[in-house]
């Protein structure tokens, strides 16, 4: 094909960002994005912090006014889930921030497509436990971790040794609140 455009990245810049941003002014399509992504972040000349890109952010400050930390939203991730990782990582939902309040105000933003307003506490899409393939997991912001676990392990015979393995390993994520282990 002919060449679309000069794509410069400098030192300074996110090249996820960059790339994302050139894409969407030289109207480029998600898939082929992905594969320009890929050979930018394939190079020995450029570091990638990381290969999603960054579409909205913003600092959140607490009520003393220090920030807290920035609040980045990526291309292709639900709006909702991003800004529950970024609450549970930042232990904001032990300082009972308004999850739901913050919600309603990013996802109010012009930029910003919230197609749910409910988040995905942890998410595999090929679920294991006991050695017994489950298929796909989801675990809601509502539900605690061990219940779901629990159900599982009821449903499908498995020991309490598989459950809390599974429990462990699911919570000692920072993205992943887990308030109750039994």
């Known amino acids: 094909g002919s060449p679309i455009g000069t794509l410069t990245i400098y030192e300074n810049e996110e090249p996820a960002d960059k790339v994302y941003h050139w894409s969407q002014e030289n109207n480029v399509a998600l898939g082929f994005m992905e594969s320009i992504m890929n050979a930018v972040c394939d190079s020995d000349m450029v570091i990638c912090n990381r290969r999603e890109p960054v579409y909205f952010s913003i600092p959140i400050s607490g009520p003393d006014g220090g920030i807290v930390n920035t609040l980045e939203l990526k291309v292709g991730h639900e709006p909702v889930d991003d800004m529950y990782d970024f609450f549970a990582s930042n232990g ?75 429990f462990n390993e699911i919570c000692k994520e920072p993205e992943v609140v887990c308030d109750r282990t039994k």
Not at 140 to 166: F, G, H, I, P, R
């Open 92 to 166: 904001l939902f032990k300082k009972e921030w308004d999850f739901h309040g913050v919600v309603k105000q990013i996802c109010a933003k012009p930029n910003v497509d919230c197609r749910r307003l409910k988040a995905v506490k942890h998410f595999d899409h090929n679920f294991t436990m006991g050695g017994v393939e489950l298929g796909q997991l989801v675990i809601w912001e509502d539900q605690e971790v061990v219940d779901v676990l629990y159900n599982l392990k009821k449903s499908y015979n498995l020991t309490a040794e598989d459950q809390k393995m599974k």
